[in-house]
């Protein structure tokens, strides 16, 4: 079991441009959060996917940001038109069970850094 | 409404030496609580979790944690200090029986000196 995958690792991106950012939850997972670390903070809830449904979006800015986790393939995270207060951790976590918090798997994380 | 507080955005320990780190919450429903560790520029993993059943919980690594309804707390112990337990440790709290998101903590910096 490869756990949660997530890529890239590192991500560099100029102001205006996307950044798109993946996971791969574990096997037979089907619910993926996605939460956001900026420099010297805790996460910060983002998103809660199952497959080709958006649960729980509370956390998600309303403008340029976007998440999907389709049928097929992994969850992306998709952030247009980038600025430099994006730059953070994004991790994604992901979990057999949505309705009993028995805790997540977290992936390693992508590193946005805007330029 | 849930939140959580770490008491200690730092702590520094001797190697050998018993680690306390703070954590108190405060939740509107019965609370899952969790005690994650990051290495630097690693992911997340999950150290415990209380979940109502033993309010001591006891982890991987030799930590524990004790949940206290009455203080609302959930503090994370070590009795001896390792090298290795240099991180950055989360406390993060959820409502039991919802799909939901965890609320993290702003962290705790544990230094482990010799």
């Known amino acids: ?115 | 409404a849930q939140s959580v507080t770490q008491l200690d955005s730092h702590v520094s320990v001797s190697e050998g030496t018993p680690v306390l780190l703070r954590c108190n919450y405060s939740s509107s429903y019965s609370p899952s609580l969790f005690w994650y560790v990051q290495h630097p520029n690693k992911g997340l993993q999950l150290l415990l979790k209380y979940t109502s059943a033993a309010t001591l919980v006891k982890g991987i690594n030799g930590f524990e944690a004790e949940f206290k309804k009455s203080e609302t707390s959930f503090h994370l112990t070590k009795p001896s200090a390792h090298m290795s337990d240099a991180a950055e440790y989360f406390c993060v709290v959820s409502p039991i029986g919802t799909a939901s998101k965890l609320t993290f903590g702003t962290g705790t910096r544990l230094q482990v000196t010799l």
């Open chain 1, 1 to 115: 079991n490869a756990g949660v995958m997530q890529n890239p690792r590192h991500l560099v991106r100029r102001r205006g441009q996307e950044a798109r950012l993946r996971c791969s939850p574990m096997k037979g997972h089907s619910h993926v959060y996605w939460y956001r670390q900026l420099p010297e903070e805790g996460l910060k809830f983002m998103v809660y996917l199952q497959k080709e449904n958006i649960i729980d979006e509370s956390g998600m800015p309303k403008e340029r940001f976007s998440a999907e986790f389709p049928k097929e393939g992994p969850s992306i995270l998709r952030i247009q038109q980038v600025v430099r207060g994006d730059s953070a951790a994004y991790f994604c976590a992901s979990s057999a069970e949505g309705t009993r918090n028995y805790g997540y798997t977290f992936g390693s994380g992508t590193r946005l850094t805007v330029v």
